[in-house]
């Protein structure tokens, strides 16, 4: 998803590409160069029986995994507060939808995926009118 969305956003672009370390995308690349690099070492120790490649693997494997669980329950005990934190983020995105174009690329994503609009409902696009 990453590379996809600086293309779609254009960030690739030679004037925009100043600007590529404060995009928001750029942690969908990272962690899929990562998540690739540990598969690829998994596949290559794997081929060649190496074992020094299988432990990096696994240590990758276990990694992801335990950061997997520690975001979940970190989430799930902030709860409340990363719901009420998220509203007020989507309404300032839809305030601020002409304005910005990443925020405009989130939103629209956002709203294609789940086939909704605005945060409440539709009521909520009239403030940015």
């Not at 990562?34 to 598969?39: E, F, I, K, L």
């Not at 070492?41 to 997997?68: D, P, R």
């Not at 509203?87 to 305030?95: E, I, R, S």
């Amino acid at each position: 998803f990453g590379i996809w969305g600086l293309l779609d956003k254009e960030s690739l672009v030679s004037e925009r590409i100043a600007h590529l370390g404060s995009d928001p995308m750029l942690f969908f690349v990272v962690v899929g160069v990562a998540v690739s690099t540990v598969s690829l070492a998994g596949c290559m120790g794997a081929l060649y029986e190496n074992t020094c490649l299988l432990k990096f693997f696994t240590g990758g494997v276990i990694t992801f995994v335990l950061l997997e669980i520690l975001g979940g329950l970190v989430l799930y005990s902030l709860r409340h507060q990363v719901k009420g934190s998220l509203q007020n983020t989507m309404l300032v995105a839809v305030l601020r939808y002409q304005d910005d174009p990443d925020l405009r690329f989130i939103m629209d994503e956002i709203q294609m995926g789940l086939q909704c609009c605005g945060v409440e409902s539709y009521q909520d696009w009239k403030m940015n009118v």
